[in-house]
């Protein structure tokens, strides 16, 4: 040991030491700030990965909303008769869909994402955060050509969009938030067990059917309504409802509800994820 001190010192080599934070709250923003590029280059290779080897290509993007609009109509729509709020019942379902469906697919990759990395986690030292925010962050290209699809809609049944369209991206980053909140939990506790890739499908199904997606929020009783409105994606969606569709602006406390459980559930989440990653390349 000493030897090897007195030829660093001889020949001038640099000596790195890499550690984990010694405070537990540390996020290490300095650090995550200098490898920002490792970050945009992970979200590409998502981008050209994705599709690769498919036929149909992007266009999954374009097929699976348009499919599950045509089956939502049919089935809630025409035969359950429920209610649109007054709009034609593919164009509200669509509006909901949008932004689930964004949420949905984010919660996933990011949950995964430490996992399916682990031939990277387990080599090169890198800010672990950039795996989960990577898995959100990619879904955005999905959502905007989706997005396009929808206006495509909006004009076919003939409903003008307004100003408030311009408050959508807002949603949107409420919807990222939202979902990188929850995956950073449970990207963290599914490298331990992995009950987590089995448990998620069945809570992002179960998840669906709690949130205002193919039925309005007026049909949930008022007495019911403040324990709902706990769901962050509740004031999402009605959110994009009303920026696209032109609809009753959501309610204040609705969007304060939601928003304040995202921001704990993320502030947690930060610190949880921090703590357990530097166990992550021994466990996984």
Known sequence: ?????????????????????RSWMSL???????????LYFLVWRDLTVRYKQSIIGIGWVVI?????????SVIFGYFAKIPSDGLPYPVFAYAGILPWTYF???????????????????????????LPLAGT?????????????LLGVLVWFGIPLTWYVLIAPFFLSFALLAALAVGLWLSAINVRYRDVTYAVPFLVQTWMFCSPVVYPLSIIPEQYRWLYNLNPMVGVIEGFRWALLGK?????????VSAAVVLVILAGGLVFFKNMERNFADVV
């Open 28 to 38: 290490g923003l300095r650090e995550l700030w200098e490898c920002r590029e490792l």
């Open 1 to 21: 040991m000493v030897e090897s001190a007195e030829l660093r010192a001889e020949t001038n080599i640099p000596f790195i030491r890499i550690e984990p934070p």
């Open 137 to 149: 962050l990619s879904g955005l290209v999905d959502f905007a050509i989706a997005f396009v699809l």
């Open 64 to 72: 699976q909303p348009l499919v599950t609009i045509i089956v939502f």
């Open 248 to 256: 009753a602006s959501p309610d204040s406390s609705v969007m304060a």
């Open 104 to 130: 949905a697919t984010a919660l996933n990759r990011c949950i995964h994402s430490v996992v399916a990395d682990s031939h990277i986690l387990t080599k090169v030292y890198f800010p672990r955060l950039f």
